[in-house]
């Protein structure tokens, strides 16, 4: 057994092992923090597949988990107010279902990044970076100032959207539904790295010319990257919405971008358990440091500018290769 | 819509631009000749307009804030470049944008930290207070046209300093090729550290001057920051003329594009909707704008092609 896998093992078992013992213990509030990491680590997944795997520095990732949010957000407030979102040609109503919030809010993100990205791989480099972070703004302004869906102040939601079969309300239940949505992705995720699609796509971040040369075009396979990625962001933005019953303008700020990336840096670009190991400790800190301090973000800013600086590879790569020598 | 208006907004949005260019200038430098990008270049904006409100308020003068603020920008940009940021130049870009995301947040903490969450205050000193009548009988508030000519001066004074003197004869060779520049005897880790603490003296003073319009706050880098990335990618990155030229592109798009677009609207669309229509599109349209140039110049205005 590779030492990655005993460490992504490891992994598992205790974020397992804490949710049972809290449910044991009957402590929600940490059955909350567990389903808030197994979001940002889907919401990482999600960016790993273009970052990891397709090399694209995309600090934009904020619009699919925004727009993920605002899919759930606006079709449960018409559905809570019974009013339809609109009339003519056809109508259309608002849910309170989350498989059907879900679809819509996975086929949003994925058409939208059909066209960001159709634009910004016209770029390469730190052009990429920058005209992907400049989509964030745009959606982030335009959130802000448009008026019918609460505008600067977000949009709440009263009562947490219903899965067939389950009380979504219920702690235990919903973190389980997460979970089990994180699973899925991450085994989208070994699939897809191993498909014939996941090695071109790999190729063609290493040397895209040689890709080019064997007759496939580098554009199509990164394009369809971000396309998928931005899907299962897509996704975890809309399960974060449900999290908080709120949604606003902050899931499309720059800020949020850059934290999604955070998860993935953290624990590992293109590795499997990365954005989990991510995700875990971020929340982890968040918790703990903000407990400590009111100036936690001082803390993570010493842990991050030291992983960057002396821990290349991120939690899992740095535990993976301690010990080995370096190829 | 008034003619006296759109002269207004054309000075503000020379005044904007001008700030920005001070902001864009440095970025631009440092990519150019380093090959880094720094998200923490908002932050020693920040550092410049907090030294110049705590000089100010200590002995009450501008020009002593002014100093101050370069002066205690360019120490902390020498001193991040020193520890952190030579680390970095190798790496790759995502890398840098991690390192300095960190430092963004130990920088908007640290001063949290140590000057509380409150804002504060710098005053405009009572010679340039008030307004000064335009040919044309404007009305334009003399701090404001003070800080377009402080702008030229500087973007002057920067072309004059890598197009004439040795220091910039090196900046330049450094852009093209840090290997031979290396190779001739210029120890290249100090004239890295130079070219850094320019840029940020150049952020401070920005800092510094916007502070006195503005409050004084942690944050109130990154929005600026932002913009100064979108100007130095429409620019193209690595020159100073684009960062000037983008500049006051963007500058003339944000305060020029609401009234103009409102105007627009209203040629066809009742009043009240095409004053929502305009607020919703308005803040969106410098981004627009980078879209674009970057669709049609994937490089930027006058960018190399990379």
């Known amino acids: 057994m590779s030492r990655e896998r005993q460490i992504n093992i490891a992994l598992v078992i205790v974020l397992l092992t804490v949710p049972l013992w809290a449910w044991i213990k009957d402590e929600p509030f940490t059955l909350t923090l567990c389903t808030r990491m197994a979001i940002l680590a ?14 694209l520095v995309s600090f934009g990732h904020a619009v699919f988990f925004g727009l993920g949010g605002y899919t759930m957000g606006i079709l449960a407030s018409h559905a809570q107010t019974y009013s339809p979102l609109m009339e003519s040609p056809f109508l259309i109503e608002g849910t309170k279902s989350m498989p059907i919030i879900w679809l819509i809010a996975t086929a949003v993100s994925a058409l939208v990044a059909f066209l960001i990205g159709a634009l910004s791989l016209r770029t390469s480099g730190v052009y ?26 977000g949009l709440s939601i009263y009562v947490r959207n219903g899965f067939p079969g389950l009380n979504t309300l219920d702690p235990v239940q919903y973190m389980v539904l997460t979970y089990a949505l994180l699973g899925i992705a991450l085994w989208f995720f070994s699939r897809l790295a191993n498909s014939s699609f996941g090695l071109t796509l790999n190729a063609a971040r290493q040397s895209p010319g040689r890709v080019q040369a064997v007759g496939i075009r580098p554009f199509k396979v990164q394009l369809f990257a ?24 902050t899931m499309f700020s720059w800020q949020t971008s850059g934290e999604i990336m955070i998860f993935v840096i953290l624990g590992g670009v293109g590795r499997l358990f990365g954005p989990v190991a991510g995700a875990a400790l971020f929340v982890f800190l968040e918790h703990q440091l903000g407990g400590l301090s009111e100036f936690w973000h001082i803390y993570l800013g010493l842990i991050l500018l030291g ?20 190829g | 819509m008034s003619l006296m208006l759109v002269f207004e907004q054309i000075l503000n949005g020379i005044q904007f631009g001008v700030m920005l260019f001070l902001m864009a200038a440095g970025l631009t430098l440092v990519f150019g000749v380093m090959g880094l990008i720094n998200l923490a270049h908002g932050s020693l904006y920040m550092i410049g307009a907090f030294a ?8 009450g003068s501008f020009l002593l804030a002014l100093a101050a603020s370069l002066g205690v920008a360019a120490a902390a940009g020498a001193l991040v470049e020193f520890l952190v940021i030579r680390r970095l130049y190798n790496r ?49 508030p003399l701090y404001r046209l003070t800080i377009i000519l ?19 004869v090196r900046i330049r060779a450094g852009e093209n090729d840090r290997e031979m520049i290396a190779a001739l005897g210029v120890d290249i880790s100090k004239l890295y550290t130079a070219v850094f603490a320019i840029g940020a003296a150049l952020a401070g003073l920005a800092g510094a001057l916007v502070g006195a319009v503005q409050s004084v706050q942690v944050g109130m880098g990154e929005p600026v920051l932002i913009l100064a990335f979108v100007v ?57 704008l980078m879209a674009v140039v970057l669709v049609v110049k994937p490089s930027g205005l006058y960018g190399r092609r990379v």
């Open chain 1, 42 to 55: 889907l919401a990482g997944v999600g960016l790993n597949i273009a970052l990891g795997l397709g090399g």
């Open chain 1, 128 to 153: 990429f970076i920058m005209i992907t972070l400049a989509f964030g703004q745009m959606f982030y302004y335009f959130a802000i100032s448009w008026p019918a869906y609460g505008g600067e102040d």
């Open chain 1, 226 to 249: 971000i396309v998928i990625s931005a899907a299962i962001t897509g996704l975890a933005g809309a399960l974060f919405a449900d999290l908080n019953r709120f949604v606003s303008p």
């Open chain 1, 307 to 326: 992983v960057v600086l002396f821990a290349r590879g991120g939690i899992v790569g740095t535990l993976a290769e301690s010990g080995l020598k370096r």
């Open chain 2, 52 to 59: 110049a409100a705590a000089v100010a308020n200590a002995t």
């Open chain 2, 92 to 140: 790759d870009h995502l890398d840098q944008v991690l390192a300095t995301f960190a430092l963004i947040l130990i920088f908007s903490e640290g001063t949290r930290w140590l000057f509380g969450s409150f804002p504060l205050y710098l005053d405009i000193p009572d010679y340039l207070k008030g307004a000064v009548i335009l040919p044309g009988g404007l009305q334009y």
């Open chain 2, 150 to 168: 402080i702008g030229l001066l500087v973007a002057i004074a920067l072309y004059l300093l890598i197009a004439k003197t040795k220091i910039g």
């Open chain 2, 232 to 288: 130095i990618v429409i620019g193209g990155i690595g020159s100073i003329k684009g960062a000037f030229i983008g500049a006051l592109l963007v500058g003339l798009t944000e305060k020029l594009g609401s009234i103009l677009l409102l105007a627009l609207l209203s040629s066809f669309l009742e009043p009240a909707q095409a004053k929502s229509i305009a607020m919703m599109f308005s803040s969106m349209l410098i981004y627009i």
